[in-house]
């Protein structure tokens, strides 16, 4: 009884393998960035590998910017703008600057219909947000509002979100509502950026429950200003979550 039961098992690990060794030899595992092969799924190849921007310390405690130089904001480690403007939520991290290689990441999951290409960009966020992701209860992405969820077809930050979760860590796809689209905050000032977003983004009544004293990470694939990410910490926090952290795959280096 036990050899009958137990060999399937211990044979399944051998069987992905090969399995994902034939897949490989007829479709081969090509970068992240580009379409270069590659060794590993979910790798970059050489030459993108050296422009990439991976952001790493020294870096602002809140916001997760890098300082120019070690030591920059003082004992504190935090950047002279978020003492003049503190965030609405704890910490945010990024894992890539949002240069060239991060845009050819970024725009194929947002716009190019690649949901499946999350799985590879998500180790990427969790070595970045290590922390964040260590001390979380609850996932959360940014959401979109229906009128572009129905044009795209999926949300980009519920499918990083989905791929970040695990057991101990779930995500809660539909946790907040955008109440009403928002025009691009790129080229607002701060001030037009608070007045936009003001107002757009509110909990699900049903998730309040599962929100409630628990630290959520808050996910998206691009954080620049922030405003978006602080208007969605201000409703959680609102809610009842204990704290709010950001996560996103890249991170514009926009002031002001």
């Known amino acids: 009884m036990g050899p009958s039961v137990s060999a399937p098992r211990l044979a399944l690990p051998a069987l992905r393998r090969w399995g994902r060794l034939a897949l490989d030899a007829l479709v081969p595992p090509l970068c992240l960035a580009c379409d270069a092969p590659v060794a590993e799924p979910g790798q970059f190849c050489a030459a993108c590998f ?38 609405s939520w704890r910490r945010a991290r990024a894992a890539l600057a949002y240069d060239a290689i991060a845009r050819r990441l970024v725009l194929p999951l947002k716009y190019a219909d690649r949901p499946e290409t999350a799985r590879h960009l998500a180790p990427l966020m969790a070595r970045a947000g290590a922390a964040l992701l260590a001390e979380a209860e609850v996932i959360v992405p940014v959401p979109l509002h229906r009128r572009r969820l129905f044009e795209r077809r999926y949300n980009q930050a519920a499918v990083l979100a989905g791929a970040l979760s695990g057991p101990g860590v779930p995500a809660l796809l539909d946790a907040l509502v955008r109440t009403r689209p928002t025009a691009p905050l790129g080229e607002l000032g701060r001030e037009e950026r608070a007045r936009e977003i ?40 609102e809610a009842g979550a204990a704290s709010v952290d950001v996560l996103a795959l890249a991170r514009a280096f926009r002031r002001a």
């Not at 405690?61 to 965030?87: I, K, N």
């Open 50 to 87: 050296s422009r990439a921007h991976l952001i790493a310390p020294p870096l602002c405690e809140r916001c997760g910017v890098p300082f120019e130089a070690a030591g920059q904001g003082g004992a504190s480690l935090v950047c002279g703008d978020c003492r003049e403007h503190p965030p």
């Open 198 to 237: 003001a107002g757009a983004f509110a909990v699900r009544p049903a998730r309040v429950a599962a929100l409630r004293g628990r630290r959520v990470l808050l996910v998206d694939d691009v954080l620049t200003s922030g405003a978006t990410a602080g208007a969605c910490a201000v409703v959680l926090r």
